[in-house]
């Protein structure tokens, strides 16, 4: 009998502190809607919004290839390459020399203001690593993202 009490303490004193542990690692890991967390950061998503004690546990991770592509239509007629890049980007199809660009970098900063050189490019050698937002100054012509390695 005494035998028997004492695993049951045993255990109830073991699924206690486990329990102490779980909630002082996700203390204050609780993510919502509007939540920044970093990658490789554990959080805690509520199931139930009244319950915030509890929820699914989960590790933030990082796909590399979200915005990567070759290439992308800006327009049915104009075509923007290469997305990610190391120097510049150039369009293909109709010509857009003398077009105003303006681009932005993450924290909507404008980071260069350019116009379309006669070969078709914009260079981006001189920005940091980044995504960038390209803004042209014909509304005509759709604003796009593009990855600087």
Request: net charge neutral; glycine share 8%; with cysteine.
């Amino acid at each position: 009998m005494k035998y028997k009490l004492l695993l049951l303490f045993l255990g109830v004193s073991g699924i206690c502190a486990a329990q102490s542990l779980v909630q002082s690692v996700n203390s204050g890991s609780l993510i919502a809607a509007n939540t920044a967390v970093s990658v490789g950061e554990i959080v805690v998503n509520p199931v139930n919004p009244a319950q915030a004690s509890s929820g699914l546990i989960g590790i933030l991770a990082y796909n590399s290839t979200t915005l990567e592509v070759d290439q992308f239509a800006v327009t049915a007629n104009i075509v923007a390459y290469p997305n990610p890049t190391t120097s510049g980007i150039a369009f293909s199809g109709k010509s857009l020399a003398g077009e105003k660009v303006s681009v932005f970098n993450n924290a909507g900063q404008l980071a260069l203001q350019q116009t379309i050189d006669s070969a078709d490019s914009v260079d981006l050698s001189k920005l940091a690593a980044g995504i960038y937002l390209i803004v042209f100054d014909n509304k005509k012509i759709n604003s796009f993202k593009i990855i600087k390695h």
